[in-house]
Antibody, heavy 119, light 107 residues
Framework: QVHLQESGPGLVKPSETLSLTCTIFGYSINSDYYWGWLRQPPGQGLEWVGTIFHTGTTYYNPSLNSRVTVSIDSSKVQFSLKVTSVTAADTAVYFC????????????WGQGAMVTVSS | AIQLTQSPSSLSASVGDRVTITCRASQGISRSLAWYQQKPGKAPNLLIYDASSVKSGVPSRFSGSGSGTDFSLTISSLQPEDFVTYYCQHFNSYPLTFGGGTKVEIK
């Protein structure tokens, strides 16, 4: 059964770079799906961060001011998120998720990883 | 960016009630809308895609409708496990955005 798992540091200092990896179990990245990152600050709603296709084409939320990079690992079973110059406003639960190529809905999600930005 | 306005932001209802949550888009998005359910401390779970298509395995009490700018999610008979938060999301164009959420509480 396919599932996703986020991993990475739970604490990042202000001005540094947040790095997370999503491991895909039971599947490998191909043309059927896009792979994305979303986040949810404590007690708040959901925000889309960025999405990548198997070709390497990426789409990012302009609200993050070009601080975001999403990439696919050469193994094709992991993809990653980097957010540079973080502030307390980047504190959130970060989810990785799968989106069907023909649809924009995220049909499979990881359990989420809490990342706190604090010195 | 397309804005999604969900209403109400919260509602109180009883087990067995029929409830409807609405989602209005700031511009036409055809039928490019999804609905998610999120339980506390968990990832969102897709319920509805393409405005009215129910994801396999989702109980039949959940239904979606609408097109253009106005959409709705209806739960025909609330069950105890349905008292959680619901979000709409459009996928008409990038950036993808979500509604602010609707928390369904027990009356």
């Amino acid at each position: 059964q396919v599932h996703l798992q986020e991993s990475g540091p739970g604490l990042v200092k202000p001005s540094e770079t947040l790095s997370l990896t999503c491991t895909i179990f039971g599947y490998s990245i191909n043309s059927d799906y896009y792979w994305g990152w979303l986040r949810q600050p404590p007690g708040q709603g959901l925000e889309w961060v960025g999405t990548i296709f198997h070709t390497g084409t990426t789409y990012y939320n302009p609200s993050l001011n070009s601080r975001v990079t999403v990439s696919i690992d050469s193994s094709k079973v992991q993809f990653s998120l980097k957010v540079t110059s973080v502030t307390a406003a980047d504190t959130a639960v970060y989810f990785c998720a799968r989106k069907a190529a023909r649809s924009g809905a995220f049909d499979l999600w990881g359990q989420g990883a809490m990342v706190t930005v604090s010195s | 960016a397309i804005q999604l306005t969900q209403s109400p932001s919260s509602l109180s209802a009883s087990v067995g009630d029929r409830v409807t949550i609405t989602c209005r888009a700031s511009q036409g998005i055809s039928r490019s809308l999804a609905w998610y359910q999120q339980k506390p401390g968990k990832a969102p779970n897709l319920l509805i895609y393409d405005a009215s298509s129910v994801k396999s395995g989702v109980p039949s009490r959940f239904s979606g409708s609408g097109s253009g700018t106005d959409f709705s999610l209806t739960i025909s008979s609330l069950q105890p496990e349905d008292f959680v938060t619901y979000y709409c999301q459009h996928f008409n164009s990038y950036p993808l955005t979500f509604g602010g959420g609707t928390k369904v509480e027990i009356k």
